[in-house]
């Protein structure tokens, strides 16, 4: 009577395979390795640097175990074994890098060195751990699961983006073409300020404040919609100007874009194997770094501007001392002079963007802000005809080995600024706050050019608002107490049920081992992240998992008291069902919220609550059932010890 | 019917109890409010470790030297683990390499194991939300509860559940633990593991209020309780185990979360057989609350 369908225990045997072949990956352990790019992103890594590679490596491990006597001692073949035995343990090509695998982590990091001295800026050199899952695992993605960076150890940081600084700088420099069109429209006006993220004009007439409510109206129209809110003032002539919420997304949109993508170039010169840069909520972008170990460092490349020079270009009048040699960025071998003297930097530059003109011709239009637009009328109304540059200003590091006081060799980073020119063209008018860059040979181009002119300008500034470095030792340390306190809370549990459930006791702890089996194949499935207070959600789990067993174990017990054995088995574990499932419903409601509302390490003890919770329910009322069916369910039983 | 403990004998007791606990959390929390933590206050947090003791005197002399004096400094766990707290409200964030070169300088080698910075905005972006949080959780479950037995069990199990919350928070409030986010954390779970409870008490007084007909209400909560019993204390037992083994071996990061899950369970096995139903019985429940038998019960019984 107490039987499972074949279908039923198909199903459990299916999740249990499931689960332990998604759960088999953490049991392989990870290699020390490092990863190999060059700095240059535009190069993929190849045959030739992997040789270069291989024979600073091997020289190395030569130099290092040529004094030991069992190398001496051996002949030629042993020794080119021992060598490379002493190097690494595989090396390979992998996604334009070079993936060198170690047996230890003393060598993985002599080696890192090693190879940073020989190569200095020409490679990225990262640290990392690669699992040695097997192919076949991986190839159906199964994966070990990730570990959060409070236990992998590496940096988080939290950055907000300035709108407020970038909004207003739009509003200056729409000011000041109002004030210029105003004037050549002879429309009259007394006053003209920019105040709490909105443009005041007052008129001085009714006929000009109708005209400027008109010439408004029509240049709000934009193709997805207003562009300005429009509040008149028929009354006293008055009339603001404000950002529709349309232009403010889209003025936070473009400057959370451009930080972004500033920011990936960064983060990628830090040389890290996994970085995470994402948007987060509506202006914060979060980076994390997993392995990075000195925050200084990471703030410091995070936090380098680069900048952007416009200067008139050097006629042949001008005089040697007043002039300056720069390369293009794109082609090293053209090169310009330009006058010394710096009309405007980035800035002031508030957006660049590319498009067509009324030819269908690729160009970037450029806006600068009040005083950008001012310095660029002055410089440009004597010199049309002439051609303007624009340099790229980037810092940028350089190392060097250097001997230190005691004589050994080390490797010295020193920033220098470099300047490239992106841009020389013709200036055709007087230019303002807003311009165009024409005549470009390509789409391609022009989008480029408009991506510089981001970067350089950095659409917003940023500022930290979080920061949170977890060292390496600290990690260890986190994945150690963790485990510990699973294991520890794991075997009491088991005891507890043994000695007080017996056989149901010890199908209580098989099913309880499964669903730990199963919490790890999940989140590897999931690819969430493991986190301490993640681990923490596992204990829990392990002490709350066995509710379930227990609720149907007493109810079988109550049942006992008036049925037989059989008929309280069925009726235990039917009536406890309810229960169960609504007990688990509300937790899990409050393990989604916490979701929700947390970061990081708490949203990892969330996710591990969560899929507890539900292995837990499929363990204790299919697993121990099945097994219970399996002990009892075929024979007759007289009295049940429960 | 054998019904071992009178429980609902001490109904009243209990309920001084349980009022007078709750005043002093709220009192507690009114005047003394909570010690928050790095994540809610914002400031900078810094943990280092040296490789022999250190006086942590000659530590602060030195962050005293160098202009930081609103800091505090105490030992982590170990003495050689030492935790510098730097509450800064202008938003700087290097303030903890800034601490870490100076002591450095100052002599003994150290290993950096953390530093935290927290903006005062995000902090308080944090406390929102999780109060946020913990309201919508607790609203959710009310009309999950409401939903699936009965407004008066739905209101006996958010009393339990504020109870327990404030009177967690009224200890972290007065012994001034620190409240993090992982005290939140451990709040939200306890919120359903104290649910957890509950249910199982209510579902067994729903149940006998449709199948024992013969009982005074009071006869028939006790009956409830009793037969819920073994299974309360086992869970709450095994719970209890898991949690001392994550207290004592976990480590100081998840010292106050597991401090937090101790107290929840301790407090939501009482209120479950307390608070609950003493709410029931204060609501006047009555069979003809519970008198059509609902079909969803019937629903599941066919399951597995």
């Not at chain 1, 024979?55 to 175990?65: M, N, T």
């Not at chain 1, 800026?121 to 695992?137: G, R, Y």
């Not at chain 1, 207003?168 to 429209?185: P, Q, T, V």
């Amino acid at each position: 009577m107490n039987k499972f369908s074949i279908y039923q225990y198909l199903l459990i045997l299916i999740v249990l395979v499931v689960g332990t072949i998604y759960a088999l990956p953490n049991l392989y352990p990870t290699q020390p390795s490092i990863q190999v790019a060059y700095t240059d992103s535009g190069k993929s890594a190849d045959q030739t640097l992997l040789n270069e590679l291989e024979d600073i490596l091997k020289k190395a491990s030569e130099d290092d175990i040529q004094n030991e006597s069992n190398y001496i001692e051996a002949d030629e073949e042993t020794k080119a074994k021992m060598v490379l035995e002493n190097a690494y343990d595989e090396i390979f090509l992998r996604d334009n890098k070079i993936v060198i695998k170690f047996n230890d982590v003393e060598t993985q990091l002599s080696s890192k060195t090693i190879l940073q001295k020989n190569l200095l800026d020409k490679v990225i050199i990262a640290l990392f751990l690669e699992p040695s899952t097997p192919a076949w695992l991986k190839n159906i993605g199964a994966n070990p699961v990730k570990l959060g960076l409070d236990l992998s150890g590496g940096v988080h940081f939290l950055l907000e983006v300035d709108i407020d600084t970038l909004q207003n700088d739009r509003l200056e420099g729409l000011l000041d073409s109002y004030r210029k069109s105003f004037k050549d429209e002879r429309i009259k006006y007394e006053e003209s300020y920019v105040k709490d993220f909105a443009l005041h004009f007052k008129f001085s007439d009714k006929g000009s404040y109708n005209k400027a409510l008109k010439k408004y109206n029509e240049e709000s129209q934009a193709i997805n919609g207003l562009q300005y809110v429009i509040t008149e003032r028929p009354s006293t002539n008055e009339i603001k100007l404000e950002y529709s919420d349309i232009a403010v997304r889209e003025i936070r949109d473009y400057a959370v874009t451009q930080n972004l993508y500033t920011l990936r170039k960064r983060v990628n010169e830090l040389g890290v194997s996994e970085p995470i840069v994402q948007r987060q909520g509506k202006d914060r972008i979060v980076i994390e770094l997993p392995g990075v170990q000195d925050p200084t460092a990471a703030k410091k490349i995070i936090g380098k501007t680069a900048n952007l020079e416009w200067r008139l270009e050097a006629s042949t009048r001008t005089s040697p001392l007043r002039k300056e040699k720069f390369n293009y960025k794109e082609n090293e071998f053209q090169t310009a002079f330009l006058e010394k003297a710096v009309i405007i930097t980035g800035d002031v530059v508030s957006g660049a963007q590319f498009g067509f003109d009324e030819n269908n011709q690729p160009q970037v239009s450029i806006d600068l802000n009040l005083d950008g637009g001012r310095a660029m009328q002055k410089a440009t109304s004597g010199n049309i005809g002439r051609r303007l540059g624009v340099l790229f200003v980037e810092q940028k590091t350089k190392s060097e080995l250097v001997t230190n006081s005691q004589g050994e060799s080390v490797i010295e980073q020193t920033t220098y600024i470099e300047k490239n020119i992106i841009s020389l063209a013709t200036i055709q008018a007087v230019l303002g706050t807003r311009f165009r860059i024409t005549g470009l040979s390509s789409q391609t181009e022009a989008s480029e050019l408009a991506l510089l002119l981001r970067a350089g300008a950095l659409a917003a500034p940023m500022k930290f608002v979080e920061e949170r470095t977890v060292g390496p030792s600290l990690g260890k340390e986190n994945v150690e107490l963790g485990m510990k306190s699973i294991i520890i809370g794991f075997a009491l549990v088991v005891i507890f049920m043994t000695l007080y459930y017996r056989v149901f006791g010890i199908a209580a702890n098989i099913s309880l081992i499964i669903n730990l089996i199963l919490i790890t194949g999940v989140m590897s499935l999931l690819g969430a992240s493991l986190t301490l207070p993640g681990m923490a959600g596992i204990v829990l789990t392990v002490g709350m998992a066995v509710d379930a067993n227990v609720l149907i174990f007493s109810r079988i017990r109550e049942e006992l008291k008036e049925k037989e054995p059989q008929t309280a088995i069925r009726d235990g574990f039917s009536r406890a069902f309810v229960t169960i499932f609504d007990a688990n419903v509300t937790t899990l409601i409050a393990a989604l919220i916490l979701y929700l509302i947390g970061t990081g390490p708490v949203k990892g003890f969330a996710i591990t609550l969560s899929v507890g919770i539900v292995t837990s329910m499929f363990t204790a009322i299919m697993c121990t059932r099945g097994m219970i069916n399996l002990i009892y369910g075929n024979r007759h039983i007289r009295t049940l010890k429960i | 019917m054998n019904i071992r403990f009178k429980f609902m004998k001490f109904r009243r007791i209990a309920a001084i109890i349980s009022i007078v606990l709750f005043l002093i959390s709220i009192i507690s929390l009114a005047t003394r409010g909570l010690s928050l933590g790095l994540d809610f206050s914002g400031g900078t947090l810094i943990e280092v470790s040296y490789e022999k003791p250190i006086e942590l005197q000659s530590i602060r002399d030195t962050l005293e030297e160098n202009g930081y004096s609103n800091s505090q400094v105490v030992n982590f766990g170990t003495n050689l683990d030492v935790l510098i707290k730097v509450s800064d409200q202008s938003g700087n964030s290097s303030i903890g390499e800034n601490i870490f070169t100076i002591l450095e300088k100052q002599g003994g080698p150290l290993e950096l194991k953390r530093v935290e910075f927290v903006g005062s905005q995000i902090g308080d972006e944090f406390l929102e939300q999780g109060t946020k949080g913990a309201l919508t959780a607790l609203f959710m479950i009310l009309m999950y509860v409401a939903f699936r037995f009965q407004y008066k069990f739905a209101l006996g199990a958010v009393t339990a559940l504020a109870h327990d919350v404030i009177i967690i928070l009224g200890l972290f409030s007065f012994f001034k633990w620190d409240f993090d986010l992982t005290v939140l954390a451990a709040l939200l779970a306890v919120i359903g593991y104290s649910l957890n409870d509950t249910i199982v008490v209510s579902d067994r007084i729903r149940e006998n209020f449709r199948t024992e007909r013969v009982l005074e209400p009071i006869d028939m909560v006790d009956l409830s309780l009793n037969q819920t019993l073994g299974r309360t204390i086992v869970t709450s037992l095994t719970t209890l185990l898991v949690l001392f083994a994550l207290f004592i071996f976990g480590g100081e990061l998840l010292r106050g979360f597991s401090l937090a899950l101790i107290l929840g369970v301790l407090v939501g096995t009482y209120s479950s057989i307390y608070v609950v139903a003493n709410i029931l019985m204060s609501l006047g429940l009555t069979q003809d609350d519970l008198a059509v038998p609902e079909v969803e019960g019937a629903d599941f019984d066919e399951m597995p």
